[in-house]
């Protein structure tokens, strides 16, 4: 923790310590914990971040604009595809501390106090220089001070995803303070991290795409499968069947739909309903469509779940049991064209459903 205090003041000068005056609208801080695992759910960092209570701000005093992109998983796959078909070298980046290297806007005055237990003598308060954690604009900032340092290196955003960055012989994608480059050999992506970290960022390679946002990639000839065993495991053992006498299942859902159950007992509270349908709608989005219907399905009753609704939830590890070592396989075709396929109801077009209209389809 001192360390990292260290390095938000004197590294980064982060803020600036000022008197207390009473008109100034101060913000209370925090520490956060965070355990960081690989793909196969062991730990491989443990991290203390120093963060502002962006709850207590107030819209037009603390803070004016918020939304910043984030990747599309889509975008994500289809990359893995093209570097396995054009047999692109690829690499992670990690950004240390990477909010806090984008500057406050000028017009962006934030006082904060002083942290538990590091507090200096007298009334005084942090007068914020960067984007310290916390803060609700700290994404925006910092998207935007990232965008600015890689379009310098001629990497231009894409018009359909504004977090996929295209260059002339390389690929970035961001996902927040993660990189995933591709590019035609190691030099070029080292040049791309040598020049960033020139350019005053804080950044360091970290291997190959494999266990990008926490998914496995085993690739087989020209094929490449998705893994989240990890995670499964601990979806796995938040539903309470780590034992070795829960039996296993070949479907993840009953045949028809999970019914609302507005008069049937409350669930029995013996795992935490809504962090399961978190972690399951996180597997099915990204390596296990397998059980995306099932877990639509009790996703919509996070809020006023019954036991059967419970058990609904259980029947899905108990599925995932028996289906451990399963994934998203994807094997690219030789044709370097895009097939595009229409949603079945036109995207909500009613009464202008046109075959050929492009925005029929859907990511």
């Known amino acids: 923790m001192e360390s990292k205090l260290t390095t938000l003041e004197t590294d980064l000068q982060a803020w600036e310590l000022v008197p207390r005056e009473p008109w100034m609208h101060v913000l209370p801080s925090t520490w956060a914990f965070r355990l960081k695992r690989f793909p196969n759910g062991l730990a491989k960092k443990f991290k203390a971040r120093f963060c502002i209570r962006g709850d207590k701000q107030i819209e037009g005093i603390d803070f004016f604009e918020t939304w910043a992109p984030v990747v599309q998983w889509t975008t994500v796959r289809s990359m893995m595809v093209l570097a396995t078909r054009m047999n692109l070298v690829s690499a992670q980046a990690d950004i240390t501390a990477a909010f806090v290297h984008a500057p406050l806007g000028p017009e962006e005055h934030i006082y904060v106090r002083q942290p538990a237990g590091f507090q200096r003598d007298g009334d005084l308060v942090l007068k914020l220089r960067k984007s310290v954690y916390g803060l609700c604009q700290s994404p925006r900032n910092f998207f935007h001070y990232l965008s600015c340092h890689l379009e310098k290196q001629g990497l231009i955003p894409s018009k359909l ?174 044709d370097p064209c895009v097939d595009c396929f229409p949603d079945a109801v036109f995207a909500g077009l009613y009464g202008h459903e046109d075959s050929q209209d492009p925005h029929c389809a859907c990511s």
């Open 161 to 334: 995803d504004p977090c996929l960055f295209v260059g002339k012989s390389m690929v970035v994608v961001v996902y927040v303070d993660d990189l995933l480059v591709y590019a035609k050999t190691d030099r070029e992506i080292d040049t791309l991290i040598s020049s960033l970290q020139a350019a005053g960022i804080c950044i360091r390679r970290e291997g190959t795409a494999e266990g990008f946002l926490g998914v496995d990639i085993v690739r087989s000839g020209s094929s490449i499968t998705l893994l989240q065993v990890g995670l499964t495991k601990r979806i796995i053992e938040a539903v309470g069947l780590c034992s070795s006498l829960s039996t296993c299942i070949g479907t993840p859902a009953e045949t028809s739909p999970l019914p609302k159950d507005a008069d049937g007992s409350p669930a029995s509270g013996s795992f935490n309903y809504a962090a399961a349908v978190g972690m399951l709608l996180y597997l099915s989005g990204h390596s296990r469509p397998d059980i995306a219907f099932a877990v639509h399905q009790c996703a919509r009753y996070t809020f006023h779940s019954t036991r059967c609704h419970a058990l609904a939830l259980i029947r899905i590890g108990r599925y995932l049991k028996g289906t451990l070592d399963k994934g998203l396989t994807m094997t690219p075709s030789s």
